[in-house]
């Protein structure tokens, strides 16, 4: 898992209009990935304008992520007009800088990416692009949550960490056999990232898969 846990923290320069990509970073990434990137950035506030370069499994994030509610079960056409028609009324992308990229295998990568919005609010998040059928497409969102572990319990072969506070708290889940499910216990302040699970559920609710979690000091 020390993979994960690899930051960059290098010159930026500009690549484009409304974005900016880590020099050293820029240079890793295949031209074909890159690519796509840069054309998935460049429609995004047009979910539609970017749909072949999303898988079926992206799609069914970002809609649980906007809807909230695990028993929806629209088809995946369906959830992209939902996405679409959100979409139109919220904040539009201003810009974005890419400053991480790791290449985890032959068919996937993942980027880190800081997405600036036109109120000016910022937020970081992971992403995670397969290659299919020889076409790199986006597959998963990965979120970064702060907060305290409320709760810890094992569920089979998974354990799930609860983070937030009294207020607001999210689900995690990772496997039993990982580090992060030994490592961290309750009352532990965290910094977790993961992505919304839609292939699985537990009990209908809905979750986030860890990808990686460190504890703040």
Not at 19 to 38: C, H, Q
Not at 72 to 77: G, L, N, P
Not at 180 to 200: M, N, P, R
């Amino acid at each position: 898992m020390s993979v994960w846990k690899q930051w960059f923290h290098k010159r930026k320069q500009s690549d484009s209009i409304g974005t900016m990509v880590t020099k050293e970073i820029v240079s890793e990434i295949p031209v074909e990935i890159l690519d796509v990137i840069r054309r998935f950035f460049g429609t995004y506030n047009n979910f539609r304008g970017a749909r072949s370069l999303q898988t079926d499994t992206f799609i069914r994030e970002v809609f649980y992520a906007t809807k909230q509610d695990a028993r929806d079960q629209r088809t995946v056409e369906e959830m992209e007009t939902y996405i679409q028609q959100k979409n139109m009324q919220r904040l539009r992308l201003k810009s974005y800088e890419v400053d991480e990229f790791l290449m985890l295998s032959g068919n996937i990568c993942m980027i880190g990416v800081t997405r600036e919005f036109s109120n000016q609010h910022r937020n970081r998040v992971l992403y995670f692009m397969n290659k299919e059928e020889g076409t790199w497409r986006f597959h998963h969102i990965a979120r970064s949550h702060h907060g305290v572990v409320l709760d810890k319990f094992q569920v089979k072969e998974q354990v799930g960490f609860v983070v937030g506070n009294e207020k607001a708290a999210l689900l995690f889940m990772t496997h039993a056999q990982s580090s992060d499910a030994s490592t961290f216990i309750t009352g532990d302040y965290v910094h977790v990232e993961g992505y919304l699970e839609v292939e699985q559920q537990v009990s209908g609710q809905l979750y986030y898969r860890i990808v990686r979690m460190n504890r703040v000091h």
